[in-house]
Structure formats: C-alpha cells, structure tokens
C-alpha cells in the first residue's frame, strides 16, 4: 500500500468513526428508528455534503484566485448567500431546488461578481482583497439584520441560531439534493483538475498550458456560487473550513497538485465538519451548540497565523 493510499484509509476510517458518533452518540434505543430516520441520518449526510463542499470551495479559490486566505466565509460570499437566503425566503422561493433556497445562490455569486469588478485582477494584494471581502460581509450582515427586522420581527431571534451554523433544519430530501448537487461539481473540479494546476504558474503562463483563464475563472466562479450558496440556505453561516482544510491538506500531502489536493480536501472537510457536529451536539448538553461556532474556535486562530506568517514573509 503507498503513502497516498494509506493516507486515504486513514482519512475513510475517520470519517466512518465520525458518522457513527454523529449516528449513535446518546442514542434513545427506543426510538431509534425514528430518530435515524427523521433526524440524524438527514444530518449526517448535510454535515458530510457542507464539509465538502465547502473544503472544495476554498481550495479552488484560494488557487483561481491566486489569495491563500480566501474561502467563502473571509470573502463575504458567505454573508452575501445569508442575504440572499432571507430575502428569497421571505419573497416564497423556499421550496425552489429540493427545499433548499435559489436565493442563497444568487445571493452568493452577486457578492462574487462584486469583489472581483472591485479587486479587477488576481494576483491583487491579499490584504486588499480580505479587507473587500470583510467590508462585504458586513454590508450585508446589515442588510440582513435589516430586511429581517422589517420583514419578520418574530424570526429575527430564531434566525439567529442559523446564521451561526446549523445543521439540524433540514430533512432527508434536500440533506439528500445538496449532496448529489456536492458529488457533481466536486466530481467536475477534480476532472479538470489540470486547469487549475496551470494556475499555480502564473496568469503569463496559464495560457501557454493550453487554459483559457477568463472562461476558466467564470465556470469556477458560477460553480462556487451555486454550491455556497445552497450550503449557507441548508445550514448557515458554517466559517473557517474552507479557509483551513486545503492548507491542511497541502501540509498533509506535501503537494499543491489538485488532483491530490481536492480529493484528500473533499474528504477532510467532511471528516472536519462531522467532527464539529458531534461536538456542538455533545459538548453543551442538553442544549446544542451553534457548529459555526465551534468551526470558528479553531478557525480564527488559523486566519490570524496565516496573515500574521504571509506579513513576516512580506517584511522579512
């Protein structure tokens, strides 16, 4: 067995040993059936779909974008995808794709198409760049507080769990859409994957590999949107996983190579994100903890080592 298989065994055992926490961690045996069925099943299968989703979402772009501390949540598409849920929401486009919100999406690729008619370039300064995303964030967490205190005074309080993270909202049919919607496009990231290793070269030369770098761009861009924005409508605001995992993983592997880097990514962020899950419904019993919140207590840490680092070299 080579090095890279056993480290695929050992990251399939994880997430096994993960799922049957998430499964039958203080299970009621008397209810099982119902339980599984009705409850934790759904939330498994959404904790494994999100973690993947949103590890693939960083690790792409982190490299089409040339900014090792982008990820969905650092950026704003986040808190874009959160607006556009509530809104879409609140107009009655709930129920348009599987019970999960069109809105969301829409939501997440207008704060994309902002930030980079903003940014105009890769390869633009990283702080730059964090700072657009951080300032989008924040417009539109006020939007959000706003069109909730307008639309619907009654939910603003129960929003607010979701916009922390949760993972217990969804039922079978949509946990079951979102990761059929997840296999597609990890499936097409990891098929191309060559067009994203030519990235890694430069924009002067990713045209001499034979990758057309705007259409590129643009298909990654839409493909991104489409799945943070579901993500965000099945289960908030979830931050930090796609910023951490592909550098675990680029540390794990030794290797930048996307056809390396996205699966072992896919797979740890399911294991991550599963991981949060059982602690955020063992940790605070009997009352459960927001998995938002408990991905950010090792995520910020994370943020703050990887600028802190990326400066040093600057200055150093």
């Excluded at 990231?189 to 259409?215: K, Q």
């Excluded at 965000?232 to 796609?242: D, E, P, Q, W």
Aim: proline share 4%; charged share 10%.
């Amino acid at each position: 067995m080579t090095l890279t298989q056993r480290r695929y065994l050992f990251g399939v055992l994880a997430l096994l040993l993960c799922s049957a926490l998430s499964l039958f961690l203080r299970l009621d045996f008397s209810n099982a059936a119902l339980i599984l069925t009705e409850l934790r099943i759904p939330r498994l299968i959404l904790s494994i779909s999100v973690g993947a989703a949103l590890a693939l979402s960083g690790a792409v772009m982190q490299t089409v974008l040339a900014n090792p501390l982008a990820d969905p949540y650092t950026l704003g598409i986040a808190s874009g995808a959160a607006l556009g849920a509530a809104v879409g929401a609140t107009l009655g486009f709930k129920l348009a794709f599987f019970g999960l919100n069109v809105g969301a999406v829409i939501g997440a690729g207008l704060v994309l198409v902002v930030l980079f008619k903003i940014v105009g370039r890769r390869n633009q300064e990283p702080d730059t760049m964090i700072l657009i995303g951080v300032m989008l964030s924040l417009t539109c967490a006020s939007g959000l507080a706003i069109w909730m205190a307008l639309a619907d005074p009654i939910g603003v309080q129960s929003i607010n769990f979701w916009l922390l993270g949760d993972l217990s909202r969804v039922g079978m049919l949509p946990a079951v859409a979102l990761f059929a919607l997840t296999l597609v496009i990890c499936a097409y990231f990891i098929v191309f994957s060559r067009n994203l290793d030519a990235f890694l070269f430069g924009d002067g030369l990713v045209e001499t590999f034979g990758v057309p770098l705007e259409r590129t761009q643009k298909i990654a861009i839409i493909l991104i949107s489409i799945l943070v924005g579901f993500c965000v409508s099945a289960a908030g605001m979830i931050g930090f996983v796609g910023l951490v995992v592909p550098h675990f993983v680029r540390k794990m592997i030794g290797s930048s190579r996307h056809r390396d880097l996205l699966p072992f990514s896919i797979l740890w962020g399911a294991v991550i994100l599963t991981f949060s899950d059982v602690l955020a419904k063992s940790v605070g019993d009997p009352r459960e903890l927001p998995v938002g919140a408990v991905t950010a207590v090792v995520g910020a840490p994370v943020f703050i080592y990887l600028f802190v680092k990326r400066k040093k070299g600057e200055t150093g």
